[in-house]
């Protein structure tokens, strides 16, 4: 019996000498107590972005890209881990950028219908920059083509969202107006020219 004790004692010494060995190296592998405050990158160009994270020992990755014609391209719009955060050394700081060159968008057809209707379509797809110009037609506000650059685009052509669209659209018919109608708006001018 006196053995059985003895054992149990030197497992309980040899878990307890394994135990504050893990520790230690635990301490050592996961750099306990070394920390790093994540600097604010965000508004700053991504190459000098990368740099300062490079500085501190941390790594700048490209999460995401969005494309906002407001902001410079190429610049950090989010971060995350936020600034301030406290992380280890060798931490990922993934960035979301404004992307160097605007997103394209594919043209459904535009011809044959209305102003209205094409200008509203074109707002959907992120187009804002929309001219007209009336060219001769039967139908008035009707879309007849659609350009860009002064090149014309077919359904499946594909443009930068910051593009400027023209639309020819058709003047429609002049209004005529009945004789008489026409007959009267004369005599009332003569007998304006009377007085």
Known sequence: ????FIHIGLMIVVAL??????MIWLGIWTRHGQTISVPAVRSLAYDRAVEMLDAEGLKGIVADSVYDNRT???????????AGTIVKEGREVFL??????????????????SLRQARS???GLEIHN?????????????VLAVRYKGT???PGARVPVNATI???VGEGMPELVPDSISDSIEEQSEQLDLF
């Open 1 to 4: 019996m006196k053995k059985i």
């Open 17 to 22: 000498i394994i135990g504050w060995l893990a």
């Open 72 to 82: 410079q391209p190429g610049t950090v719009i989010e971060q995350n881990p936020k």
């Open 96 to 113: 979301t950028i404004n992307a160097f060159s605007p997103k394209m968008v594919t043209l459904p057809s535009l011809t044959d219908i």
């Open 121 to 123: 379509i074109l707002e």
């Open 130 to 142: 929309v001219t007209e110009r009336r060219v001769p037609s039967d139908f008035k506000d009707l």
């Open 152 to 154: 014309r685009l077919l």
């Open 166 to 168: 023209e639309l020819e």
